[in-house]
T-cell receptor
Framework: AQTVTQSQPEMSVQEAETVTLSCTYD???????LFWYKQPPSRQMILVIR????KQQNATENRFSVNFQKAAKSFSLKISDSQLGDAAMYFC???????????????WGLGTSLAVNP | NAGVTQTPKFQVLKTGQSMTLQCAQD?????MYWYRQDPGMGLRLIYY???????DKGEVPNGYNVSRLNKREFSLRLESAAPSQTSVYFC???????????FGQGTRLTVV
């Protein structure tokens, strides 16, 4: 079974600096998707970035980028020029690329709480 | 606006009471999910529906039932609420392609 591990329960960063959140996963599949979701105090779950495993190029979305290391099964999130509004819980998630039954579930890490200090 | 609508946002129940959490999506997604979120435990899957007409247990199904009423709606029922079911509940939906999940705004449920 696939697993997702976020080894940093809490992180902090100074405003305008860069922070990297780590995520590792375990799978025997070659085709899958990886996601980073953000959950601010409002509780809403917001997609930050998505990576398809078959794409070698790292996904970027404005100040957010990932370092996807398929062989190492690592999927870290880099936030550049951190802003106060980036303070939130960040969740890493995995989904199989197989579109059938149980494979349509998302597998979640336990989250990393990010504080942004002014 | 398109998205996942989840009701209610807040609910307080007495032990033993029943209630249904409603969820509807208007994105024509095939898959829908119910999660609970507790401090330090991340998101745990209660039930999911991979497609209309099917439902399956997730990690923590005990004490819950679900109904996939149609493609749009997926409800979660607590037949006899217990304090251990105090949590924040999220409904989500996703398409079969790409796996991207969209979430409702959550329901904070307290069982006293």
């Amino acid at each position: 079974a696939q697993t997702v591990t976020q080894s940093q329960p809490e992180m902090s960063v100074q405003e305008a600096e860069t922070v990297t959140l780590s995520c590792t996963y375990d799978t025997s599949e070659s085709d899958y998707y990886l996601f980073w979701y953000k959950q601010p105090p409002s509780r809403q779950m917001i997609l930050v970035i998505r990576q398809e495993a078959y794409k070698q190029q790292n996904a970027t979305e404005n100040r957010f980028s990932v370092n996807f290391q398929k062989a190492a099964k690592s999927f870290s999130l880099k936030i550049s020029d951190s802003q106060l509004g980036d303070a939130a819980m960040y969740f890493c998630a995995y989904r199989s690329g197989i579109d059938a039954g149980n494979n349509r579930k998302l597998i979640w890490g336990l989250g990393t709480s990010l504080a942004v200090n002014p | 606006n398109a998205g996942v609508t989840q009701t209610p946002k807040f609910q307080v129940l007495k032990t033993g009471q029943s209630m249904t959490l409603q969820c509807a999506q208007d994105m024509n997604h095939n898959s829908m999910y119910w999660y609970r979120q507790d401090p330090g435990m991340g998101l745990r899957l209660i039930y999911y529906s991979a497609s209309e007409g099917t439902t399956d247990k997730g990690e923590v199904p005990n004490g819950y039932n679900v109904s996939r009423l149609n493609k749009r709606e997926f409800s979660l029922r607590l037949e006899s609420a217990a304090p251990s079911q105090t949590s924040v509940y999220f409904c989500a939906s996703s398409s079969w392609t790409g796996g991207l999940a969209f979430f409702g705004q959550g329901t904070r449920l307290t069982v006293v």
